[in-house]
């Protein structure tokens, strides 16, 4: 089982070099960094992760994570570099396709896309994002994407972006392309991991729903002539207990990932090897 951590690059943090650095010397697998680019002051939007839905304080205080894995990069050789999560909609895909592409190719290949479409209303508008039909408008940009780091020469016609042939380099190292791992539980989830995903990436999902997950996945991908081993599953945030890591693996997870808390700030390297020391011995 590949067990991963997630940190924030929050302006109290240890550098995130310095964090992946840590984490690679202890044995993760990979590291996670989260991303809100601004907080709206007001909003009616709910939060899934609190019993009454408010959003957390420490939310506004989040670095860029691409500018942070690229620091983590280059402090460290092996670890794996990985969105948890990405807000697709909140990004021009051409641009975005550059950033990783590059990030890719400087880390040899280690980056990791998870992604998700967004549940703050508010932020995604102010970004620019269609909330409405922010998983159609995720959908484009990956495929946008994809051609972009696929192609010498690629262009892209939908309803949310439409580009004529252009170039765009560098390309990434891993062929065809970065994964790209679906968070959320969204109606359509498991369908859209099957048509363009690369894997599901849950988070506050219990072992019977990860089973369900799995056995739906495969289903699909079967049914569309696809190969199931090649769908991953990552369960993000999870107990630091190794016994709960355990039921995540036999319930068909590939990876799981522990969380730093919130508020570690300075203590951020302390804390990184008391979640070792639970799950990695």
């Given at each position: 089982m590949d067990i991963g951590v997630t940190a924030r690059a929050s302006s109290d943090s240890v550098d995130p070099a310095e964090l992946a650095k840590r984490a690679e010397e202890l044995g993760f697998?990979?590291?996670?960094?989260?991303?809100?680019?601004?907080?709206?002051?007001?909003?009616?939007?709910?939060?899934?992760?609190?019993?009454d839905g408010s959003i957390p304080p420490s939310?506004?205080?989040?670095?860029?994570?691409l500018i942070a894995l690229s620091m983590a990069a280059a402090a460290t050789s092996t670890i794996k570099l990985g969105t948890a999560i990405s807000l697709v909609p909140e990004h021009n895909p051409l641009m975005q396709a550059k950033q990783i592409a590059t990030l890719d190719k400087y880390s040899n290949g280690r980056?990791?896309?998870?992604?998700?479409?967004?549940?703050?209303?508010?932020?995604?508008e102010i970004?620019?994002?269609?909330?409405q039909h922010r998983w159609g408008q995720t959908r484009e940009a990956i495929l946008a994407m994809k051609e972009l780091w696929t192609k010498d020469e690629a262009e892209f016609h939908g309803r949310f972006f439409d580009?004529?042939?252009?170039k765009c380099s560098p390309k990434p190292v891993q062929t065809p392309h970065p994964p790209v791992f679906l968070g959320g539980y969204a109606a359509n989830v498991f369908k859209r991991v099957v048509?363009?995903?690369?894997?599901?990436?849950?988070?506050?999902?219990?072992?019977?729903?990860?089973?369900?997950?799995?056995?739906?996945?495969?289903?699909l991908a079967e049914a569309a002539g696809r190969d199931p081993n090649s769908i991953q599953l990552i369960v993000s945030n999870v107990t630091p207990d190794r016994e709960v890591i355990a039921g995540y693996e036999a319930a068909g997870a590939n990876r799981v990932t522990v969380a730093l808390p919130p508020d570690a700030g300075p203590n951020g390297l302390d804390e990184m090897e008391r979640l070792a020391e639970k799950v990695i011995g």
């Amino acid at each position: 089982m590949d067990i991963g951590v997630t940190a924030r690059a929050s302006s109290d943090s240890v550098d995130p070099a310095e964090l992946a650095k840590r984490a690679e010397e202890l044995g993760f697998e990979s590291f996670w960094l989260p991303e809100h680019p601004v907080l709206p002051v007001h909003t009616t939007s709910r939060y899934g992760g609190t019993p009454d839905g408010s959003i957390p304080p420490s939310m506004a205080d989040i670095g860029d994570p691409l500018i942070a894995l690229s620091m983590a990069a280059a402090a460290t050789s092996t670890i794996k570099l990985g969105t948890a999560i990405s807000l697709v909609p909140e990004h021009n895909p051409l641009m975005q396709a550059k950033q990783i592409a590059t990030l890719d190719k400087y880390s040899n290949g280690r980056f990791l896309f998870g992604i998700g479409a967004g549940w703050l209303q508010e932020e995604t508008e102010i970004m620019g994002g269609d909330f409405q039909h922010r998983w159609g408008q995720t959908r484009e940009a990956i495929l946008a994407m994809k051609e972009l780091w696929t192609k010498d020469e690629a262009e892209f016609h939908g309803r949310f972006f439409d580009f004529p042939l252009v170039k765009c380099s560098p390309k990434p190292v891993q062929t065809p392309h970065p994964p790209v791992f679906l968070g959320g539980y969204a109606a359509n989830v498991f369908k859209r991991v099957v048509a363009w995903g690369d894997g599901w990436m849950p988070v506050r999902v219990t072992e019977e729903q990860v089973r369900a997950g799995r056995a739906t996945m495969d289903e699909l991908a079967e049914a569309a002539g696809r190969d199931p081993n090649s769908i991953q599953l990552i369960v993000s945030n999870v107990t630091p207990d190794r016994e709960v890591i355990a039921g995540y693996e036999a319930a068909g997870a590939n990876r799981v990932t522990v969380a730093l808390p919130p508020d570690a700030g300075p203590n951020g390297l302390d804390e990184m090897e008391r979640l070792a020391e639970k799950v990695i011995g």
